[in-house]
């Protein structure tokens, strides 16, 4: 079986600064793969790539054996779903949001959406742009997740939470992996990626240093 996602000596420069270099990596399906290591380090690049956000300037990238640069990425994008680090508003409040991820979707089918991320049925009618940080992230948890996508990207999701929020959203990104989803976290704390981690990447300088299972 091919792996989810895998990096042939994959480099991305920009004006003439190498962001990363040589990397050759085989991330698996299943579980939770952390990406690890301190900022500036990289690893959000390697993730953005797995999206199409970026694009090597050397290299290759497969998905499930796939060229990435050959994919449609709108489509790519719904079957590989992105949380960054901080939450991504559009105009209208939060039922207006979900609906860019899923346009048919019901104020009950959004509302089951929102508890699934710990949020009330009454946020539907909150303006999105007006919600705190932790709210935000978990709304965007929620429309990502609308999507129904197949892996999911999670670039320090955890950052403008409190830690109560946080480790609910840990229990939930555990939850999803345990049901099938893939996930790739990239974090800079070693505690959190020790609770989540089934591998471990360790990202420093653009390179991919170590790997553990």
């Not at 953005?48 to 970026?54: D, F, G, M, Q, V």
């Not at 892996?151 to 099938?180: C, F, H, I, N, Q």
């Amino acid at each position: 079986m091919a792996a989810l996602f895998s990096f042939e000596g994959v480099a991305v420069a920009f004006q003439g600064v190498k962001i990363l270099a040589d990397v050759d990596l085989e991330l698996p399906e299943g579980g939770c793969t952390v990406l690890v290591g301190p900022s500036g380090s990289g690893k959000s690049t390697l993730l953005r790539l797995c999206n199409r956000l970026e694009a090597p300037t050397a290299g290759l990238l497969r998905f499930r054996g796939e060229d990435v640069a050959l994919l449609d990425p709108l489509r790519h994008r719904r079957r590989v779903g992105m949380v960054f680090q901080r939450p991504i508003a559009f105009g209208g409040n939060v039922l207006d949001n979900l609906r860019v991820a899923r346009p048919d979707v019901t104020a009950a089918g959004a509302a089951e959406a929102l508890a699934r991320v710990g949020l009330p049925e009454l946020f539907l009618e909150r303006e999105q742009a007006t919600l705190s940080g932790g709210e935000g992230q978990r709304a965007c948890l929620a429309r990502t997740l609308l999507a129904e996508p197949e892996v999911l990207l999670l670039d320090e999701p955890t950052a403008s939470l409190d830690t109560d929020a946080a480790a609910g959203l840990e229990r939930l990104a555990m939850s999803l992996a345990a049901g099938g989803t893939s996930l790739l976290w990239v974090t800079h704390d070693p505690a959190q990626a020790d609770r989540l981690a089934d591998r471990l990447v360790v990202v420093g300088g653009g390179r991919v240093e170590a790997r553990w299972t």
